[in-house]
């Protein structure tokens, strides 16, 4: 079993429409984790940190369920703009990052 | 504040050759780490480093070597390169704290033939 598991997609979405990608973790030791966004032949940037109580930026909202070892990233009236990869990222100990493979999102016209 | 500077950006070499990946930064971050990426396999992490002078194994450093001899540099040296090894190189940096996520470098293609 992968670490990090996201699925790889892709979404095909219109314009204004709410997707939500889902990744689960299977260290449950793990502390910190984030979503980055990684656009075609660039370098992953981050997103935004996830927090236990669930953390909400603009149109983005993510939320850690810990527990069940599940992360979610919502995003509300998707633009043009977001089409890109979303990976989930785990910290998997002493500055050991894990990597999810992506799930891929496309928003069209 | 140029934040993660890698050079070069495209690079080929030929089996068995060797050469260094360069990766600066200029935040004071305290670690730096470096991956890789493949098709449909994320990113996988090779070494990393927690300060000047201390490095670590990560996911997959068979082939490769690194050293941190300055907070800034952190090198990734090939030491005798194979077909395996094309990939997409990425280095990245943070602040010591664990909230903090990785800012990272642009990127080294890398095709070996």
Redesign the interface.
Known sequence: RKE?EQD?GPFNVPEGATVAFNCTYSNSAS??F?W?RQDCR?????LM?VYSSGNEDGRFTAQLNRASQYISLLIRDSKLSDSATY?C?V?GG?????????TRLAVHP | NAGVTQTPKFQVLKTGQSMTLQCAQDMNHEYMSWYRQDPGMGLRLIHYSVGAGITDQGEVPNGYNVSRSTTEDFPLRLLSAAPSQTSVYFCASRLRSRNYGYTFGSGTRLTVV
């Open positions: 990090v790889p502390q910190s984030f980055y660039k370098e992953p940037k981050l940190s990976l990222v910290n002493y500055n050991k990052l894990i990597f999810g493979a992506g």
